[in-house]
């Protein structure tokens, strides 16, 4: 079996690294607007003029008003024609590479069992590595809360004894002093 153009194609870098708004940890403007476009040009797909035309909306809040997060900031989404276009991409590219995956266990099976044996191999000694030092950040953690809990807490004086028990009746009282 020969690995498809477009397998190849998502495993190569391409070194452009777009900074806008993502969508799906894709950039909106320089990939998905295009491309969205193109689709719709060649009629593949029919996605509203002005959902590419402004991708981005103010969100509002049941009574009209606008939403503002927890930090006073509006609440900016990606109008839902192009969310709902992402998440068919997405579904149908993960549907992609297990279809391609699929076909490769099938057609190399002792060759895929090999390559995740090597795998588990390989990472055995991180995982061990990893869980040790876990183990003993957690340890050290435990050890450290344990002696600030036990420690006199700073610039408070040390607590007075308890004063002893009212005399009982018909005895003197003694006096206590600190």
């Not at 991708?55 to 990606?78: C, H, M, N, Q, W």
């Not at 969310?83 to 279809?99: H, I, K, P, Q, T």
């Not at 000694?125 to 809990?149: F, G, H, K, Y």
């Amino acid at each position: 079996m020969e690995t498809p153009t477009y397998i190849k194609a998502l495993l190569k870098p391409n070194g452009s690294k777009p900074k806008g708004r993502k969508v799906w940890s894709i950039d909106l403007e320089s990939v998905w607007l295009p491309f969205f476009t193109a689709t719709n040009l060649m009629g593949d797909t029919a996605i509203a003029h002005d959902a590419l035309g402004a991708p981005l909306r103010l969100g509002y809040e049941a009574d009209g008003s606008v939403k503002f997060t927890k930090t006073g900031r509006p609440v900016i989404k990606v109008v839902k024609d192009i969310a709902d276009s992402v998440r068919l991409v997405r579904e149908n590219l993960m549907a992609g590479l297990m279809a391609y995956t699929h076909e490769v266990v099938t057609t190399d099976p002792d060759g895929y069992k090999a390559q995740i044996e090597a795998n588990m191999e390989a990472g055995s000694p991180i995982v061990d590595r990893d869980s040790q030092a876990l183990s003993d950040a957690v340890l050290a953690l435990a050890e450290a809360t344990l002696a600030e809990a036990t420690r006199k807490p700073k610039g408070r004086k040390a607590e007075r004894p308890a004063p002893p028990e009212a005399p009982e009746h018909g005895k003197e009282a003694v006096a206590v002093t600190a």
